[in-house]
Every structure is written in structure tokens, then in C-alpha cells.
DNA sequence: CCCCGTAGCAAGCGCCTGCTTGCATGCCCT
DNA sequence: AGGGCATGCAAGCAGGCGCTTGCTACGGGG
């Protein structure tokens, strides 16, 4: 791994854990094993290398996919879920921090086309499919459906560690009662609410 | 207002805005109106100061409430989830700045009894009353239920302005959609969907 | 063999940070 | 009138910040 790439990741994980302000060049430039220096030399600024860094971590992430026809709601939904939450525990140390500083620092987050808004998309068309093959009978709105969903997922991967009095079931069982609930929301009959996915 | 006031409500102010470490004394003494100095002499340090402001800006906080007896789900859910997300809306500065920081500065917000795992208790019992008098006829968790809903909220109020592809249609539609969803979620034949709280 | 790009080291620049000291000023209570 | 108390001003401390300069060392391709 080149010098420019140790620093790229160690920005990103400096900056997850202490914001802007917080992650010094010096920092950085330890925690990536190489002097301070070469950071300049390589990047020209700490606001160009952080702009780099999280632009390239962001491009970094995969969405969870849904099939194009749907089968088996429960199952494909409930695993689409899991994958999506698993992304955003993984990530939450940096979303909590770019949440923090997207105020003060817009221009270090990429404006158009972030990851939940692809993904929110995905999850759109999937719905649509869901009602047009009338697996789902109920009349909703599929955007505003998705944002429940995903919010609730959202909250769930931010709040879990932090209110613990609000989150104290299990991560697995909370997972499966929320897509059991939205479901039953828009109109899902469910064929294998206990079952594995 | 006395002084100490005065500097109390300026540290909120600019530590929602810019963070722990943005919130420098000199600025923060320079928005209240009063001398550095006078900071030190009144609350010994900056983190003393920054501690008392959250909390006590924390403990301002009034919940919503919900009726101890459940008449019009629909309209009762809708009216306390539209209070709830008024105050996330107000708040959302010092909410994002906080959840950037919490894990770098654990001590400046109280541990124990935060304001949304209040409000999720009071969800939460008025959802076991909604059950057990026969108005949600659902087999679901009251604690994830009320997470769903809380988590839309919450992921609605703090993404609409940052994520505005994901949320483009309007704030009080996709709340009434919201509870639509939830409310057949947990199974309760909604009595007016169309009608105004 | 030498040359050039990449790297490191030591030092430092001006600025900002949290916080302190010394002293003068005003106001309220008695 | 006078004594205390809260406040302000000027100045400064040590330390950290982003960033720069000058110089040296290495290592592969002409």
C-alpha cells in the first residue's frame, strides 16, 4: 500500500473519531506512519486530503441489493434489511460525525446521489413491484413507506449503543419485528414470520 | 437576564453550531455579550460551562404527551408524532452535534433518562392500552413498534434538509403516512386517514 | 554512474487555544 | 459615605494548530 493510500484511511478514521477540528495533520500523519510532511506533499492541504479521504470512503460503499421480481417479501426484505443495517453499524462512527459537521462543513460530503438515497430509490422500486404484483394490497406511498423503514433502521444502528434503555431487545429480534410491522403496514400478508431468512 | 444566563445559553448556541472543540471561550463570551474573564470566574472552565449548558438545555426539554385512554388512535398518534418531530426539527443543531461528539465526550450529555427513551416509554405503554383495549389487534412488540415510529421521526427530522432526494415530498404528508403505516401495522382500522387532527 | 523523484528530519512561522494575573471601575447594600 | 462584589481591560503564559523551508538520504532508470 502506497504512503497516499495509508493516509487517505487514516484520515477517515481520525476524522470518524474526532471531527474536523479534532483531526490534527500531525495526527493523521501518525497514525498513517509517515511524517507530516509527506502528508503536504501529497495532498497540499488537510482540508483537500479529508475531502478525498471521505469522498473515497463513501464511493467505497456497497448497497444491498433487492431481486427485481419479487418471491418472498418477508425474506428478501428482512435480509436486505440486515445487510443494510450491518453497513450503517459498521459505518456509524463516521455518519455520526459527518451528521455533526455537515453544517459547518458541506463541502467535505459529496452533495448528490449519498448512499441512503440510492438505496432509498432501490427500496422505492422494489415496493412499487411489491403493490403492482399485488403483493402488497394496501394503498401507501412507497417513499414515504421506505423512509419509515429505513429510518427506523437508521435509528436503530445510531441509538443502539447510545440509549441503551430505548433499544434493550435483541438487535435480531428488533430487526425482524420492524419489517414485520411494515409489512403489515403496506399491506403484506406474511408467509413466514418466524422462520429464517 | 443575568450574565450567567447569558453565557449559559450562548455555549448551547455555539457549541450546537460548531462542536466542543469550535466552541472556543473567546467566542463563546463574545455572543453572550460579556467579557472572557467573567466565563472563567463563573463557571471555572470551559467543559464545566459546556456541561451545565447541555444539561440544562437538556432537562428544558418537554415531551409530548398521549392521552392515559386511547379514543382516536389515529388522531392522537398523529398529534403527539407531530409534536415530537417539532422538537427534533428545533433542536436538530444541538441533537447532531451531540451524537457527533458522544462517544469522544461522554460525560458533557447525562447518562441515564434521555428524552426520546422517555418518549418511548410513553409510547410504549400507550401502545400495550391501544392493544389491550382491543384497538390494535396486531401480534407485535411494543418496544420495537414504538421504535419504528420514534426512528422514522427521528431519521425524518434530521435528513430533510441534509438528504432532500430521499425526502421530497411534504414534512406533514409523510408524517400523516407515517402513522398511517405504522397504525396498520399494528393493526388498528384507521377511522378518519384523510381527515385533520 | 549519476540523476531525479520520493521520502525523512529539524526547525520554525504566525496564529489560536484554555486559562491566569494585576489592576481599575462601577454598582448595591448598609 | 464606604465596603464589598461583580465586572471589565490589558497583557500574557505554554501549548497546539496548519503549513513552510532547508537540507539530507535513498533507490531505480537513463
Not at 31 to 36: H, I, L, M
Request: overall charge negative; glycine content about 8%; aromatic content about 6%.
Amino acid at each position: 500500500m502506497t504512503h497516499r493510500d495509508q493516509l487517505l484511511q487514516a484520515a477517515v478514521r481520525v476524522y470518524a473519531e474526532v471531527g474536523y477540528r479534532g483531526a490534527t495533520t500531525r495526527r493523521i500523519a501518525s497514525e498513517a506512519g509517515v511524517n507530516e510532511i509527506t502528508l503536504f506533499r501529497h495532498f497540499g492541504s488537510k482540508d483537500a486530503l479529508l475531502r478525498e479521504a471521505i469522498n473515497r470512503a463513501e464511493d467505497a460503499v456497497v448497497e444491498p441489493a433487492l431481486p427485481e421480481a419479487p418471491e418472498a417479501p418477508f425474506a428478501e426484505v428482512l435480509e436486505w434489511a440486515r445487510r443494510y443495517i450491518v453497513g450503517l453499524r459498521e459505518r456509524r462512527a463516521l455518519i455520526r460525525t459527518c451528521m455533526g459537521e455537515i453544517e459547518e462543513h458541506p463541502g467535505l460530503i459529496p452533495p448528490e446521489g449519498s448512499p441512503p438515497a440510492k438505496a432509498a430509490k432501490a427500496l422505492c422500486r422494489y415496493l412499487r413491484r411489491l403493490r403492482d404484483l399485488g403483493h402488497a394490497k394496501a394503498d401507501f406511498d412507497e417513499s414515504a413507506a421506505s423512509a419509515l423503514l429505513m429510518g427506523a433502521l437508521f435509528a436503530d444502528s445510531m441509538g443502539r449503543d447510545v440509549i441503551p434503555d430505548m433499544y434493550s431487545n435483541q438487535p435480531e429480534e428488533a430487526l425482524r419485528e420492524y419489517v414485520r410491522l411494515f409489512l403489515r403496514g403496506i399491506g403484506v400478508e406474511q408467509s413466514d414470520p418466524a422462520g429464517d431468512a
